[in-house]
């Protein structure tokens, strides 16, 4: 757990963890690229001793932007760019994000929603909208910190609009909430510009991600619309 949150009363971690266990916190603070050095000294991005516990999940959609129709995907091939929609160990709840790229490469970049700062803007976070950042977060680069993985692929036509969106997004997400607009929701909307179908974002990171891969029967290949 981070040196912030420790040297932090019990008490109040505790009281605002037991009266919002049903947020997801969006935790970090970095770039939008994993070449970039990520900021070490954040409280909010170690890893914590035991995944917390899941929360109940919900077959609820997420209605934050309008899905594209899919087309079919007879004969389809893997594209050579991908989404991965990933989960991670936490000082609290955990932490949902997406790597992508293009899988030639080993350099991946991250994008990810959570409040921007140390320990007060993450609590005042659970009560109102606190200013955020987009980018890669302490602990989104480590394997031993991953809870879930769901990684879908594109071809090169469709990974420039997703990615394009991808950009636009971070670059308009200026605000962070717990309950609101949070890890989830952001991820959420990128797998809804996909065509996906997303479950109701309040629910813990991990069990996030497991069930948007469960609703879309683990399909791993991704085609937009033609008028997307």
């Given amino acids: 757990m981070e040196r912030a949150i420790r040297r932090a009363p019990s008490r109040l971690l505790f009281v605002v963890g037991t009266s919002l266990f049903a947020a997801c916190v969006g935790l970090g603070a970095g770039s939008s690229s994993a070449q970039q050095e990520v ?4 409280p909010q991005h170690q890893q914590a001793p035991r995944k917390p516990d899941a929360a109940g999940s919900s077959d609820s959609r997420s209605t934050a932007d ?8 007879t004969n389809a091939v893997r594209g050579p760019y991908y ?9 609290s709840y955990g ?14 970049e991250v994008a990810g929603l959570h409040p921007k700062g140390d320990m007060l803007p993450y609590v005042l976070g659970h009560l109102t909208w606190v200013p955020a950042e987009t980018g890669a977060s302490y602990g989104d ?5 991953l809870t879930a993985s769901y990684r ?5 036509a469709d990974a420039k609009k997703v990615f394009s969106y991808i950009k636009h997004l971070q670059a308009t997400s200026p605000v962070w909430n717990a309950e609101t607009t949070n890890c989830t929701s952001f991820i959420g909307r990128i797998a809804s510009f996909m065509g996906l179908d997303t479950p109701f974002h309040i ?8 069930r948007l891969k469960a609703l ?7 085609r937009l619309a033609s008028d997307h």
Avoid at 39 to 42: K, M
Avoid at 83 to 91: K, L
Avoid at 96 to 107: L, M, N, P
Avoid at 203 to 210: G, H, K, R
Wanted: net charge positive.
């Fill in 152 to 156: 879908v692929y594109l071809g090169e």
């Fill in 216 to 222: 879309n029967g683990g399909r791993s290949l991704v």
């Fill in 95 to 108: 932490h949902a994000f997406i790597w992508f790229g293009k899988t030639s490469e080993r350099q991946v």
């Fill in 66 to 73: 309008a899905k594209p129709t899919r087309r079919s995907q």
């Fill in 39 to 42: 900021a070490r000294n954040d």
């Fill in 203 to 210: 629910m813990m990171p991990e069990d996030y991600v497991n």
């Fill in 83 to 91: 989404v991965d929609f990933r989960a991670r160990t936490a000082a």
């Fill in 141 to 145: 680069l480590d394997e031993q910190y």
